[in-house]
């Protein structure tokens, strides 16, 4: 038997498959992952992939020759942003207000970086086609609840929060995405649990 789950690539024990969802989102996820995300136990990209049919995720690090991004950039149909907090940003709350009821006509996509905030600065500088879309902050994000990695910055999400954030945003809908959030919540209290006494509350509580 393998020591991994098939699906959720996660170890057996640690599978998360039991809290995931399948959700309905009308915009699509596009996940750009570092390679030192991939094995990570406490990586949050794969509850988004699992859990929304058009959500896609790719590895690497120069994403500058990627197909389907140099594609994305030609597509007349197709409206895409980079959430990342670069000189120029938009506000993700004045993007939803200006947009008209997801246009059927109209694909929208979000590209998410999956990695800590200094390999996805080195995935921004290195992929200069990423450079060419526009970017949006989640200027609705409070202080994220990954509560076992810790972040430099003050509003610093995980993959799945900042994916959670972005579609409640652009979708108008609290609850519809709330299971994404459950799913996270639920696999970082069992990493919790599997920590030795102590260890949680001396590392990580502040």
């Given at each position: 038997m393998s020591r991994y789950c098939e699906r959720c690539k996660k170890a057996t024990k640690a599978c998360i498959c039991q809290w995931i969802q399948q959700l309905d989102a009308k915009t699509e996820l596009w996940i750009l992952q570092h390679p030192s995300e991939v094995k990570r136990a406490i990586g949050t990209a794969r509850i988004l992939t699992l859990s929304l049919p058009n959500a896609k995720l790719w590895v690497g690090e120069d994403f500058s020759q990627h197909e389907e991004i140099n594609q994305l950039l030609a597509?007349?149909?197709?409206?895409?942003?980079?959430?990342?907090?670069g000189e120029g940003a938009q506000p993700i709350s004045s993007l939803a207000e200006g947009r008209?009821?997801?246009d059927a006509d109209i694909k929208h996509t979000l590209i998410l970086l999956d990695g800590t905030w200094k390999k996805a600065y080195k995935m921004w500088q290195l992929s200069a086609n990423l450079q060419q879309l526009p970017t949006v902050t989640l200027d609705n994000a409070d202080q994220g609840?990954?509560?076992?990695?810790?972040s430099p910055k003050s509003q610093g999400v995980s993959t799945v929060e900042a994916g959670y954030l972005a579609l409640t945003a652009l979708e108008g809908e609290d609850d519809k995405f709330a299971p994404l959030i459950d799913a996270f919540n639920q696999m970082i209290?069992?990493?919790?649990?599997?920590m030795p006494e102590g260890v949680f509350e001396n590392n990580y509580r502040s």
């Open positions: 597509e007349p149909s197709r409206r895409a942003w980079v959430v990342y907090p008209s009821d997801l609840n990954y509560r076992i990695r810790k209290e069992f990493q919790i649990q599997q």
